[in-house]
């Protein structure tokens, strides 16, 4: 079945720093790559939706220059989260899905702590 | 905007006994219905799902039902076991829409 991978799985991080998290499809090209955060008992929590080789479209109160999305090959997308705030310390779940198919497949998520 | 409303946030059933958790959707152009269960701090998993040509799929121990006239869908597990608890999230999406609309999660707990 499809595959996608996350690195790293978890990371800690001071306030004020950057993390960057890859999400990877490892057996099939992902046209598109989504990324979610969830908190915890609550739902995941779409954040932008990646096409390969175009801009990120990001969900309304999302702030693109502080989650910075680069899809720039069929097979990896990473989420850069900038300025780190203890306040982003969250679950980021990515998911990719195939041309013309319907059915998303999710990564093993990230857990993000800021002290 | 697009809208997934779920119930029960928690339920809590006899093992053995059916665990039954629905959906309404408000976008009456959805056409596709997945169900996802997350096990604490790992990734959702597709267990199953279903397009808007069919009224009910079933799995083994688990099924779907889709009303679209009353844009209700619905998850049941029957013949519970411990290792169903866990908690599921129902979605639904429509054709060339980019994104899935997640509904807000049912945290399933199976008694000994």
């Known amino acids: 079945g499809a595959v996608v991978s996350q690195h790293p799985s978890w990371v800690i991080c001071k306030s004020g720093t950057s993390v960057k998290i890859e999400c990877r499809s490892l057996?099939?090209?992902?046209?598109?790559m989504f990324w979610y955060r969830q908190f915890p008992k609550q739902s995941l929590m779409l954040m932008a939706t990646?096409?390969?080789?175009?801009?990120?479209?990001?969900e309304q109160g999302v702030e693109k220059d502080k989650f910075l999305i680069n899809h720039a090959s069929l097979t990896l997308s990473t989420l850069t989260v900038t300025s780190a705030h203890p306040e982003d310390s969250s679950f980021y779940i990515c998911?990719?899905?195939?041309?013309?198919?319907?059915?998303?497949?999710f990564g093993p998520g990230t857990r993000l702590t800021v002290t | 905007g697009e809208n997934v409303e779920q119930h029960p946030s928690t339920l809590s059933v006899q093992e053995g006994d059916s665990a039954v958790i629905k959906c309404t959707y408000s976008?009456?152009?959805?056409?596709?219905f997945p169900w996802y269960k997350q096990e604490l701090g790992k990734r959702p998993q597709l267990i199953i799902d279903?397009?808007?040509?069919?009224g009910e799929k079933k799995d083994q121990r688990i099924a779907v039902t889709l009303n679209k006239t009353a844009k209700h869908f619905s998850l049941h597990i029957t013949e519970t076991q411990p290792e169903d608890s866990a908690v599921y999230f129902c979605?639904?999406?429509?054709?060339?829409?980019?994104?899935?609309?997640f509904g807000s999660g049912t945290r399933l707990s199976i008694r000994p």
């Open positions: 279903i397009r808007s040509n069919v």
């Open positions: 976008d009456s152009a959805s056409n596709y």
């Open positions: 990646s096409n390969e080789g175009s801009k990120a479209t990001y």
């Open positions: 057996d099939f090209q992902a046209t598109t």
């Open positions: 998911s990719a899905r195939e041309a013309g198919l319907r059915e998303q497949y």
């Open positions: 979605a639904a999406t429509w054709e060339r829409a980019s994104k899935i609309i």
